[in-house]
């Protein structure tokens, strides 16, 4: 039982004003998938300024292709992104990650946008940490959750997180600047066929082995979990570390999204 903490507070009034205020901020930012991706970097660079507040974003994206960087720089790159317009998904580039992953609305990106004196103390720590948060959420919902690097994964991870050692399940990523840190996640719920179907052309496209046999969805699972179930497991850990306030994407927000646009769009053109 709490007892009473400093200056008269019940112990449970102390742990919860020891929280940091976070904000939560719902929903895509618009019409735009690449919109949603060059928000990251964005927020990490306003929270890290200091002209926002910290936050967690949760959003069900569009169907996307996020390249990492590196694979805009392969001779096949023009035709991967071409594979992946034909599949109906749209071809962006990502700030944090690897290489390509692909997801669509039926899929959850849940980010931690926090400011840090050193950001770049603990990453490792970080993603260990957060991977057995995400696995022990999934395992609430009675997925065989694990963390770890699936043999033969699309855009592979040592801290990916799988069911039965076989499928993968979520995927993340970590970017840093002075002052604040970004972790990104993005969850596969349910669509996995259609997932892996645009990616095994995508992947040929780029000359990238992997096994298709490791995309998964928690519902491929459990078929009786829902999406938002998957997303209340999700948050909740991060209610307990954060005191979440219900907020909005700000103008400036917006703004400064938008001017990275140039850096996350990749142009139609024919494949070399």
């Not at 980010?111 to 995400?134: C, K, L, S, T, Y």
């Not at 972790?183 to 496209?205: I, P, T």
Request: proline content about 5%.
């Amino acid at each position: 039982m709490y007892g009473v903490g400093r200056g008269g507070l019940t112990g449970w009034q102390a742990v919860a004003m020891a929280r940091p205020t976070v904000d939560l901020i719902e929903g895509r930012a618009g019409a735009d998938p690449a919109l949603d991706l060059a928000l990251a970097p964005a927020l990490l660079a306003r929270v890290a300024e200091g002209s926002r507040a910290p936050l967690v974003r949760v959003y069900r994206p569009w169907p996307t292709v996020a390249f990492g960087r590196r694979d805009s720089f392969l001779p096949g790159f023009a035709a991967a992104a071409a594979a992946a317009r034909r599949h109906g998904f749209a071809a962006a580039i990502r700030s944090a990650g690897g290489r390509a992953a692909a997801y669509h609305d039926a899929c959850l990106v849940v980010e931690e946008v926090i400011a840090a004196a050193d950001a770049n103390a603990g990453i490792q720590e970080r993603f260990a940490a957060e991977a057995e948060r995400q696995a022990d959420a999934l395992r609430g919902l009675g997925v065989d959750a694990r963390v770890g690097e699936v043999p033969g994964e699309y855009c592979p991870g040592a801290f990916s997180v799988n069911a039965r050692g076989q499928a993968k399940l979520i995927g993340a990523a970590q970017r840093t600047v002075s002052g604040a840190w970004l972790f990104s996640s993005v969850v596969v719920v349910d669509g996995s066929a259609q997932l892996r179907a645009v990616l095994e052309e995508v992947y040929a496209a780029l000359g990238l082995e992997w096994n298709p046999a490791s995309v998964g969805a928690v519902v491929d699972e459990r078929p009786d979990v829902t999406l938002g179930q998957v997303k209340a497991a999700l948050l909740a850990p991060l209610a307990a570390r954060y005191r979440l306030t219900l907020a909005q994407l700000g103008t400036n927000d917006l703004s400064a999204g938008s001017a990275l646009l140039g850096r996350h769009r990749v142009e139609a053109r024919p494949p070399r």
